[in-house]
């Protein structure tokens, strides 16, 4: 079956600072990758996705390319603010005969200090 | 595009009661899914329904406690029975487009089981 692991939380950055969240995945198929992020008391939020190799999904200054060959979809932002402070979950969705059908990895709390 | 409702958004149910929630989108789609976020956790995949055909339920689900129907092509219910305080959970309901390329979630439906 499908598998998807990002690395433990949680990770606490200062203002400004860089952040690597990184996710692998286990696939039977070809899927699409997909970031979500959680603010406290509130519901799922697409952050980004991409749908094919060497994709690169891009919002609100974060970053994730898919990578075929490592089976990868490391988050990035070069600079995170006290506000980016959630809960952000990597996940795919299969395509095919199961289309849509998500996996979810655990999610990595960010907290992020003034 | 699929723009989903779901009802309710919120309820404090009774220990030992029933709740059914039920998911509309505004357009048709051949599966819908049903995800559960426990407090703290990550999404996990209840059941896949489709129309015209029983529900197809996870590993560590069971379709006496979580019955689920599927009248039609836009609408889809999930029951929580018989409900204890470890079903205060969070119950998405999900769509895609046909590549599954897009993944679409519902509000969520919060429940509190006292």
């Known amino acids: 079956g499908n598998s998807v692991t990002q690395m433990e939380g949680p990770v606490t950055l200062s203002e400004e600072a860089f952040l690597t969240i990184n996710c692998t995945y286990t696939?039977?198929?070809?899927?699409?990758l997909f970031w979500y992020v959680q603010y406290p008391g509130e519901g799922l939020q697409l952050l980004l996705k991409a749908t094919k190799a060497d994709d690169k999904g891009s919002n609100k200054g974060f970053e994730a390319t898919y990578r075929k060959e490592t089976t990868s979809f490391h988050l990035e932002k070069g600079s995170v603010q006290v506000s980016d402070s959630a809960v952000y979950f990597c996940?795919?969705?299969?395509?095919?005969?199961?289309?849509?059908?998500?996996?979810f990895g655990d999610g990595t709390t960010l907290t992020v200090k003034p | 595009s699929a723009v989903i409702s779901q009802k309710p958004s919120r309820d404090i149910c009774q220990r030992g009661t029933s709740l059914t929630i039920q998911c509309q989108v505004d357009s048709q789609v051949t599966m819908m899914f049903w995800y559960r976020q426990q407090p703290g956790q990550s999404l996990t995949l209840i059941a896949t329904a489709n129309q015209g055909s029983e529900a197809t339920y996870e590993s560590g689900f069971v379709i006496d406690k979580f019955p689920i129907s599927r009248p039609n092509l836009t609408f889809s219910t999930l029951t929580v029975s018989n409900m204890s305080p470890e079903d205060s959970s969070i119950y998405l309901c999900?769509?895609?487009?046909?590549?599954?390329?897009?993944?679409?979630f519902g509000e969520g439906s919060w429940l509190t089981v006292v």
């Open positions: 999900s769509v895609s487009d046909r590549a599954g390329n897009t993944i679409y």
């Open positions: 996940a795919l969705s299969d395509r095919g005969t199961n289309a849509g059908k998500s996996t």
């Open positions: 696939a039977t198929g070809y899927p699409s």
